[in-house]
């Protein structure tokens, strides 16, 4: 940015007890969200953590660091810093569990809490920062992000510490004499993203497109109006962006920057390449090339609903918030550097903008702006305080929006526990849209019940909080109430807790680990049904000599081959032939017999979340 730097605001600082109090606060609040998603029923069979932790897995069995391999049999679509972090922590526990899956993913949502903290209260204050953090951790999609086995949570991390430290090198300059230690910072977020997810290409343009952004409209356009016509005003633009690009290239060390991300990974992924050869291209051209053309074989293709639409949705309630902040500011000031939200919308812009105009979109990919749409809420709320009863009428509307938040939150939780309750009772409009999970455990009856305490309260506290002004208050009911909202989706309303299919995954996988000890295993049709990865080590596949087709395997084959274990399902079974037709009702019916490959150890009730494809699950002792 030209000479011009952001003012520091320091109007609420606080010494170390209150910023320690405020850390254990934000660390306590990003907790519960964590506690809340572990003790729920199990998800890694879903949102693409199979093949991410099977990486993990494939690491520590194989010893192969590099490259490894899946229980799929194919190499890690991912970068491997995923697997360096946690394939450790196997190794030195020997447990397999789903929290040390997570364990990443973990970790990383605890320190980006505290980062949201400390990024916000150096734009705006100690009041803003604290709850922005708050808000982040509790914004509807963090139920599922904080505690699943993907690299995007890792992938947030870097940038948003990336963002910090550029902050310091263009913004909110740090003393000349220690910006070399923030550019160190910039550059080495930079590298550990790229080894984390998208190979160096998405942090660099989610970054670098914040930066770009910020740095070129930020200082203002005022010298255009010298320009005579339309053509020299163009010029004159043009020049003057190119002037602030050089500007902040090297104030963030931009060449030496992207040297060392070369030097580092290069020898990487060229022992990758020379490894993995044509199959780990193909790898790349899938994860990279054909996201960025939606082209090629099976192309990859986006939601109906684009990123701007998601992002109000997933963000729920501090995305209510953050367009409250839009109207505060008007749209004037959005992109010049005198606005609050100057910055935090530049990064919201430099995530959903690219997104917009590449294939595959999912909400996840959005998770790299929350903290920008936090800050943005946090200062919405605080301004509408600062503003008060004798502002304009924008600000008594937005009194109303912010208490709105809570209020539906109180009524949800309310309304929501009570259907569960009295189910049976409940209208069909109401039975065909809210479905009963087919086990629900007691204690999880007993918090239902306690949230419709908590819902009467905040929906109370609420009102009066609001009639009064203090919105703070108000915001902290729609963090707390936002809790039981997350319980109520992870616990009741989600697919997952509605099938509890990865919870008889774990089961199956708890009952059959100790009767398979060290001796091989086949596994056949269940290679997405996780439970290889609860033993820490994958089965062979079942493939008889001589019968490379599925479809010619036998049930004497399989016998013959020596292997002592089968796991497999329904659907293993029919391609198996461990049937047997018989006469129902003047019907022939396909009876499935898996006693015909041997004694039946294990069963499980049918998975039924995967379009009822594959049924039961067997550990089978074979003849």
């Not at 939200?341 to 917009?356: G, H, K, N, R």
């Not at 150890?601 to 995967?610: A, G, L, R």
């Amino acid at each position: 940015m030209d000479q011009q730097q952001l003012k520091l605001d320091t109007s609420d600082s606080t010494g170390p007890v209150r910023t320690f109090l405020d850390v254990v606060l934000v660390l306590l609040v990003v907790a519960i969200v964590i506690s809340i998603a572990a003790t729920g029923p199990s998800t890694t069979y879903a949102y693409a953590q199979l093949q991410q932790i099977g990486a993990v897995v494939g690491s520590v069995e194989s010893g192969n660091w590099l490259l490894p391999r899946d229980q799929f049999g194919g190499l890690a679509i991912k970068p491997q810093l995923y697997a360096w972090l946690d394939g450790p922590v196997l190794m030195l526990t020997g447990i397999y569990n789903d929290f040390t899956f997570r364990l990443p993913t973990v970790l990383a949502s605890l320190v980006l809490g505290v980062l949201v903290y400390f990024l916000g209260r150096r734009w705006y204050g100690r009041r803003v920062g604290l709850l922005a953090a708050c808000l982040w951790a509790t914004a509807q999609h963090m139920g599922k992000m904080t505690y699943v086995a993907v690299t995007d949570m890792l992938l947030s991390l870097w940038i948003l510490l990336a963002i910090m430290c550029a902050d310091r090198l263009l913004f909110h300059r740090a003393p000349r004499n220690q910006r070399w230690k923030w550019a160190v910072g910039l550059w080495a977020a930079m590298i550990i993203g790229a080894a984390t997810k998208g190979w160096g290409i998405a942090n660099l343009i989610l970054v670098g497109g914040a930066l770009a952004l910020a740095t070129a409209v930020g200082p203002g356009f005022k010298a255009l109006r010298l320009a005579d016509d339309f053509g020299t005003a163009v010029v004159l633009l043009f020049r003057l962006v190119l002037r602030r690009w050089r500007k902040a290239l090297k104030a963030t060390r931009f060449g030496w920057g992207i040297l060392a991300m070369v030097v580092v990974l290069t020898p990487i992924w060229a022992g990758m390449f020379i490894q993995g050869g044509e199959e780990f291209a193909g790898v790349f051209n899938r994860d990279v090339f054909q996201r960025i053309t939606g082209s090629g074989e099976r192309p990859p293709h986006s939601r109906s609903t684009g990123p701007a639409l998601n992002l109000l949705y997933y963000a729920l309630p501090m995305s209510v918030f953050m367009v409250g902040a839009l109207l505060l500011a008007g749209p004037r000031k959005w992109f010049t550097a005198r606005s609050s939200i100057f910055l935090p919308l530049c990064w919201i812009l430099a995530v959903t903008v690219p997104f917009s105009l590449t294939h595959a979109f999912r909400p996840d990919y959005l998770l790299p702006c929350y903290a920008a749409v936090a800050l943005m809420g946090a200062w919405a709320i605080e301004e509408v305080l600062r503003r008060g009863k004798s502002g304009n009428q924008l600000t008594q509307i937005l009194r109303h929006v912010i208490a709105a938040a809570p209020v539906v939150i109180g009524v949800g939780l309310i309304l929501l526990p009570l259907i569960y309750l009295f189910y049976d009772y409940m209208p069909s409009f109401i039975t065909k849209n809210i479905k009963m999970p087919s086990a629900v455990p007691a204690p999880t009856w007993w918090v239902l019940c306690s949230l419709i305490g908590l819902g009467v309260v905040v929906l109370a506290l609420a009102v009066r909080w609001s009639l009064q002004w203090r919105l703070r208050r108000v915001a902290a009911l729609a963090v707390v109430g936002m809790l039981g909202v997350i319980f109520i989706d992870r616990h009741m309303f989600s697919r997952h807790a509605r099938t509890r299919d990865g919870q008889k995954m774990v089961a199956f996988a708890r009952e059959a680990k100790p009767l398979l000890g060290n001796d091989e295993f086949a596994v056949l049709s269940t290679h997405k049904l996780a439970v290889e990865l609860y033993f820490g080590r994958f089965g062979q596949w079942a493939q008889p000599h001589g019968t490379p087709d599925p479809k010619r395997w036998t049930v004497d084959s399989l016998n013959n081959s020596g292997i002592p274990w089968l796991i497999t399902c329904d659907h293993g079974l029919i391609e198996l032939g461990a049937t047997e037709i018989i006469e129902q009702d003047g019907k022939k019916v396909e009876i499935l017999k898996p006693g015909n490959l041997g004694r039946v150890e294990v069963c499980t009730d049918p998975i039924i979340s995967q379009k009822q494809k594959w049924g039961k699950m067997y550990l089978i002792r074979l003849r």
